[in-house]
Every structure is written in C-alpha cells, then in structure tokens.
C-alpha cells in the first residue's frame, strides 16, 4: 500500500490528506524525506562549478522540501492529537532527525562553499535579501558546530541527538500531568462561588470524558484551572488545584521531570562550551536583537522592580477584601486570583459573568478577520469541505483584495484530551518564491491553535478577557505566517529573530481593546446587543488592575531563566532548589508565584528556541506599544499608510532584514521602552 506521506496532496490547495494517515506512515515517510535531503545536500556539494548563490545558498533553500513537509505535519498532530502510538513515533525519531539536522548543518563539503561565499560576499553584487539568507545559512551552520575539529563535531552532534530525546520526554511528561489530573465537582458546596458560565465548561469537560451527568470536572488546562481559583468559594479545594497546577512535571514517578531538565542544563552548557562561550545564556543571546545578558537583564530588572511596587499596593486591596469576606490568614498563591476578584468587583462593578456574554468565540473570530480586511485588505472565507486533522479544526482561504489566493488558515481552538496546553502558532507550508527544480512560488499554509474551554453542545463558547486577547495574539503571528512575501524560504514569515517574533503577535493585541472596535464586534450572544459603553468604559478603567501581580509573574519567570541558563557550571544545577533558591534572592513574592515553574517550563525544555529567552514577550511589548502609537499617531487604527509600512517592513519582509534596521524602516526611529511602561502602568501615563 501506498504512503499517503510520500504521494502528491491532491486536496485544494495541496492540504495533507489528514484521514488517510496512519502513525505507521511516518516512520518510513521520514527514513524517505532525510534520504531525499541528504541526496540533496550531496549534490550541492559535490559540484564541480564554483560556489554562486544560485547554486549553493538558493539551492540550499531549496532542499529538504519533503521532509520539512512530513516534519510540518507530523509536529502538528504530536500537539495537537497526541495519541500513545504518535508519542512512541515522536520518541523513537527524535535522535535519528537530530543526528540528520547535525550532518547537514556539519556537512564539510557544503559549509567549504558556503565559507567561500561568505568570503567574497561583498563583491558576489547580491541583493540584499540574498546577502541576508547567505548571512544567516552561513551563520546557523556555524552555531551549529560546523566550524568545529572533527572530535567536537562528533560530540556536539551526539549532545543534539540526546538533547531532542529529552525534550520529547519533558513534553510528553508535562502532556501526562496535565492528562491524567481530574478534580471532580459533585455536590453544591463542592461547587460554591462558581458562576453558571464556569460550570457549565466544567461539566461539558466532565462529559466529553464519560463522567456522570451529576459531575463537573476540573483539568489542568489554564481554561479551567484559572476560572477555578478565580471564583471557587472552596479554599480547600483551590489549594488543591493550585498546587496541582503549579506541580506539574515535579511528581515523583514516570513523569517527573527535574532530572530531565538537569541533564538538559548540563549539556546545554557543554554545547556552548564546544563553542568557545562561559555559558548557554551567553550562546543563545549572540544570536538576538539583545545579543547579552546585560542588556536583557536591564530590561527585566527595571520592570521587576517597578512591578515588585505595584504589587505591595495590589497586595493590601486583596488583603484588605480577604479580610472583609470572612478571612483573616494571609493570602496565598491559591487565594490571591479569588480576593483580587473581589477587589475588582468592588472597585469596578467589573464581573466576569456580565462581561463573558459579549465575547462568544465565533463573533471574536469574525472580529479578527474584520480587522484584518481593513488593515490588510484580506478576506476569509470558510471552507468547510477542505481536510482537517479534527472536527474542531475550521479551514479558511485566505483572499487577496482582488480575490486571488492568498494563504490557508486552519484554526484550532478547543482544549481537548491529547492536546498540549498552551497556544500557539505554526506553519505547515510556509511561503515563498523559491521553487527550485519544481519552480514557481508556494503559498503558506498557517495553523492558529489555541486551548479554550468549549461551550456545551447548542451553546456558544463564551471568552474571557484573557481568552480574546490570547486569540487575538495568536492571530497577530498567523498574519505574519500569511502575510509574507520573501523569495526564500528560510526568510519567510515568523523565522525571525526569537526577541522579534512576538512583535506581530503583541501587537494586533491592541486592536480588540480599542472601545470602538470592541463595541462594533463585542455583542450579546443572546439579545445581539452590543456591549454597552458604560462597560466598555469600565473595562478600560480596569485596564491597569492587578498588573503589578501579573507583570511580576511573568518576570519572575524570565528571570529565573536567565539565571538558570547563565550558570557556567559543567553539571546543571537541582532546578527546584535552584529555582527556590534564586526567587528568594530576587525577593519574589511567595504569594504571586511564577508564569512557568522550572518543571513544566515548555518554552524552555521543549526546544531551545525560548531558552534563556523567556524575556523576549517584553522585549517585544517594547516594540508592540511603540508601533501602537505610530497609528494612535495617524489619528486612525485603521490608517491605510501606516499599515501599508507595517506590512511591507515587518509583516511581508520576515527575515530578509535585519529585525532593527526592519524597525526602524516602519517606525523611522529605534523603539522608545516609555509606551510599554505607561501600558503597565508603571510609570505615570
């Protein structure tokens, strides 16, 4: 029988053919695809003709097509519809696809004419962006271990081969916490304080489970855990969750992740060592819009202790409210999402349960591609005939204004059994011009993925603040996906620098919080009426509220980080008493606790990409706020020219500029870090 994986996709628009796989195809499509690219990178090398930019760097571009197609998708479902034989897959090629990026990566014949180009690049009249792909293929390979003596080679590309088998297992020890939490919900008082909206997503969680009729459940996906200590009246029972939540990967048994996590430390630190650097920390910035540790320690300590103040005022209102509700202990990590609630109420009339009706999820969707159309002039259209992995997954063309095709864009929004928490965004097909042999140009194929509570059959999913801002996050890094516009693949769309990724992202945020745009978009789902102003108006007055205890979360997170990917130890340090150990010398507040604690910190242990990089979501809101103002400056949201600029420097150019001189070419200046203080309320507006 045929593989599915290694025939055309014959679907519109070349979309996998998602109900004909199997896991068994993609052990042998991958054996396949690495044989192709490594024939590939053969060929290149072992040319006769002098190296050229056609022939080499183009073509590099070029290469490895069908296994980053098989790649792509295999990712994909491993997130999203894990399954126990996907994982077993997912284990059994993590170090084969390592060992296969290191050969190409270390390929001395290829690297000899990449260098040889480098060494003449100034004369080889390229345009820039062919400067900038040899530049950044010269340099990956370099960071890579390709420079190095052949003993070293050696090495570092074993150190790769175990480092994906560990990410693999830190993943899918997080995947099994998370899976195999249920907290069941069966009398009133088990159920106190919780509003209707939070127990209906409990029982419709319950149910897609085969639980009683009678029983509400609560997982470990942020949708529920959140919702849960925010409003349970039940101590007992918050505490419980809670230290469910922030225990994951830390439990004695087959997913306990701490010595996961060491080995990985240790060998990330040999990785920089064979590199010539003290440290992993120093490894990774080289290649960041910051470049050091200085410069990203300066930016998360100005803000830590700004946030640490705006804290310690927050923290009297809570307790203050613990006090008034019957309460006279100290507020915990458990209790302080319940009290602040209280104080948000009281100060704002601000109730969740009022707010949630005006953001069902379809209408938010329809908000996103109404900005959209009228900052970009691109339509969406459903296409509920094309392939997708899960009934839940919708399918869109993406249209151009004069209705060409334009991109795919698959949306994925519901948590369910055998999805990874969190959202995200990936491609599947990126964009580009760059057909080598086959010729022509590709259009993307771009998944939005997000883990939001779904709503009972009939009903609508209900969002929260939170939740409409994560989509719309989301969203901002789908239209850098859609939106590209680069000859060369290895440019395209979010393969950016990390510290610059989340500009786009951050950046389309600001749009649903825009009164206008919320109240054109923001109806009831059952009257149709739109959010009344008056609300509007004290949304906006709560804008700044409990950000202190958010903001110090959040840095506490990248701090630690930093810090731990700092260390120039050969053996990685016990990442629990590390992690203790460094909060209590940063004076973190016990009470707020972390984002992401060590044991379960994805960004961090999955992949390298966010590693020593936690911090780059500030770094970005430095240059989200600034590029916010240039159209707050135009005295229109939707100004057309300063779109047109946003999208031609930042969103269509991916990575064919450098991200700073990309920036500037938008904006005309550096980025100012004041907008980004004023929007935390740090400093006075």
């Not at 479902?77 to 296969?100: D, F, G, I, K, N």
């Not at 961090?604 to 103002?629: N, Q, R």
Request: with cysteine.
């Amino acid at each position: 029988m045929q593989n599915p994986l290694l025939t055309d996709w014959s679907a519109p628009q070349g979309l996998p053919p998602f109900a004909a796989l199997r896991p068994e195809h993609f052990g042998p499509a991958f054996e396949a695809g690495m044989k192709a690219h490594r024939a590939e990178i053969e060929a290149i090398a072992a040319q006769q003709a002098s190296p050229s930019f056609d022939n080499t760097v183009a073509a590099l571009d070029a290469s490895g097509r069908l296994l980053a197609r098989i790649e792509a998708l295999f990712s994909t479902l491993a997130a999203s519809l894990s399954t126990p034989e996907l994982q077993a897959v997912q284990r059994e090629l993590a170090a084969p696809l390592a060992a296969h990026g290191s050969w190409v990566a270390m390929h001395q014949g290829l690297f000899a004419r990449l260098e040889a180009l480098m060494q003449q690049a100034g004369s080889l009249g390229l345009a820039s962006d062919q400067l900038r792909l040899l530049e950044r293929l010269h340099l990956e390979a370099v960071r890579a271990g390709a420079k190095l003596a052949t003993a070293a080679r050696e090495r570092y590309a074993a150190i790769m081969q175990r480092l994906a088998e560990l990410n693999t297992q830190f993943a899918q020890n997080v995947l099994a916490d998370e899976a195999g939490y249920r907290l069941v919900l069966r009398s009133e008082g088990e159920l106190a304080g919780l509003p209707e909206f939070v127990r209906a997503v409990m029982k419709q969680a319950a149910a897609e489970r085969g639980l009683g009729a009678d029983e509400y459940l609560v997982t470990l996906s942020r949708s529920h855990v959140v919702p849960f200590l925010t409003f349970s009246a039940r101590r007992d029972l918050r505490e419980q969750a809670w230290r469910a939540w922030v225990g994951r990967g830390e439990q004695d048994g087959a997913s306990d992740n701490r010595a996961i996590a060491q080995e990985i430390l240790t060998l990330r630190n040999e990785q920089a060592r064979l590199h010539g650097y003290r440290c992993f920390a120093d490894y990774q910035l080289a290649d960041t819009m910051a470049q050091n540790q200085a410069a990203v320690q300066g930016l998360l300590m100005r803000v830590w202790d700004a946030a640490l103040s705006a804290t310690a005022l927050e923290r009297e209102a809570v307790q203050a409210a613990a006090l008034a509700h019957g309460f006279e202990g100290q507020v915990q990590a458990w209790d302080w999402r319940f009290y602040a609630e209280k104080v948000r109420q009281a100060r704002y009339a601000l109730d969740e349960a009022e707010l949630k009706p005006y953001f069902p999820l379809d209408a938010m969707v329809a908000a996103l591609f109404h900005c959209a159309q009228r900052l970009y002039g691109i339509r969406f259209e459903r296409r509920p005939d094309w392939p997708v992995y899960h009934p839940d997954v919708q399918a869109y063309e993406v249209l151009n204004a004069d209705g060409s095709h334009r991109a795919v864009f698959l949306h994925d929004n519901f948590a369910r059994v055998g999805k990874r928490s969190g959202a995200w965004m990936n491609a599947l097909r990126y964009a580009h011009a760059n057909g080598g042999d086959a010729g022509g140009t590709q259009t993307p194929v771009i998944l939005n993925t997000n883990n939001f509570a779904k709503g009972a059959p009939g009903e609508p999913t209900l969002l929260s603040l939170d939740d409409v801002r994560t989509l719309f996050h989301e969203f901002g890094h789908g239209l850098h996906g859609m939106l590209s516009d680069t000859r060369y693949e290895r440019l395209s769309g979010t393969q950016v620098l990390r510290d610059f990724v989340e500009l786009p992202s951050q950046l389309m945020e600001h749009w649903i919080a825009d009164p206008a745009v919320m109240q054109q978009h923001a109806k009831h789902y059952q009257s149709g009426q739109p959010i009344p102003a008056a609300l509007i108006e004290r949304i906006k007055a709560a804008e700044l509220f409990n950000q202190g205890y958010e903001t110090v979360r959040y840095t506490a997170s990248a701090l630690v980080d930093l810090a731990i990917h700092a260390l120039e130890d050969e053996q990685g340090p016990d990442i629990t008493a590390f992690e203790s150990q460094t909060l209590e010398r940063l004076g973190a507040p016990a009470d707020c606790g972390m984002n992401h604690r060590l044991a379960h910190f994805q960004h961090l242990f999955v992949g390298d990409s966010y590693a020593s990089g936690y911090y780059v979501y500030l770094w970005a809101e430095v240059l989200d706020c600034d590029a916010f103002e240039a159209f707050k400056e135009a005295g229109d949201l939707f100004d057309a020219a300063t779109a047109q600029r946003y999208r031609q420097h930042i969103l269509a150019a991916g990575n064919a500029q450098e991200p700073g001189a990309a920036y500037r070419a938008f904006r005309g200046r550096d980025a100012q870090i004041e907008p980004m203080l004023r929007g935390r309320g740090l400093i006075p507006a």
